[in-house]
T-cell receptor, first 115, second 110 residues
């Protein structure tokens, strides 16, 4: 596609429910990232994929968070048993690494609100 | 531990009033640094990549510079449409974990 697409753009859920956030990267981009941005804060790295594998999961906050990528394309970030502190904007980015610099192209984000 | 600090947290300027934003960092095996712009409700948008001390990049009213431990984003004669959050992001050699600073929120008043 022309850009990185994320869905849903907004999600309101109740504490304890599971949520899935989807990212559709730019076609041909091999690397895919998830970041979390809390209100007024910087971007917190969650996980990185190269193809379908995730060499770096170091940023996942707890075992309630998981992510997968299939077909080297679409990725899903799943948060189980959501807590209020999970409320944030979840940003997905992709890159091609073709230029040697890992320039990330971001989607507009999925805003998650946990009541 | 890798760290990135941006200052000031917020900056209010009058239209035409030039200023600079600072990004200082401690990153192991630094390869280069990105600057991004983020508008409310949107994802960050790429502005510049800098690789070596002394390097400068320009785009319209923005100029980014790099030293060994800091980067500056100079804004010359800003306009209200320059209002946004500006993020710096150092990245390591051979790695993929780009670290973002908390950003500087810039407000330019007409």
């Amino acid at each position: 596609g022309a850009g990185v697409s994320q869905s849903p753009s907004n999600k309101v859920t109740e504490k304890g429910k599971d949520v899935e956030l989807r990212c559709d990267p730019i076609s041909g981009h091999t690397a895919l990232y998830w970041y979390r941005q809390s209100l007024g804060q910087g971007l917190e790295f969650l996980i990185y994929f190269q193809g379908n594998s995730a060499p770096d999961k170091s940023g996942l906050p707890s075992d309630r968070f998981s992510a997968e990528r299939t077909g080297g394309s679409v990725s899903t970030l799943t948060i189980q048993r959501t807590q209020q502190e999970d409320s944030a904007v979840y940003l997905c980015a992709s890159s091609s690494m073709s230029s040697g610099a890992n320039v990330l192209t971001f989607g507009a984000g999925s805003r998650l609100t946990v009541l | 531990e890798d760290q990135v600090t941006q200052s000031p947290e917020a900056l209010r300027l009058q239209e035409g009033e030039s200023s600079s934003l600072n990004c200082s960092y401690t990153v192991s095996g630094l390869r280069g640094l990105f600057w991004y712009r983020q508008d409310p409700g949107k994802g960050p948008e790429f502005l510049f990549t800098l690789y070596s001390a002394g390097e400068e990049k320009e785009k319209e009213r923005l100029k980014a510079t790099l030293t060994k431990k800091e980067s500056f984003l100079h804004i010359t004669a800003p306009k209200p449409e320059d209002s946004a959050t500006y993020l710096c992001a150092p990245f390591p050699a051979g790695g993929f974990k780009t670290i973002f600073g908390a950003g500087t929120r810039l407000f330019v008043k007409a």
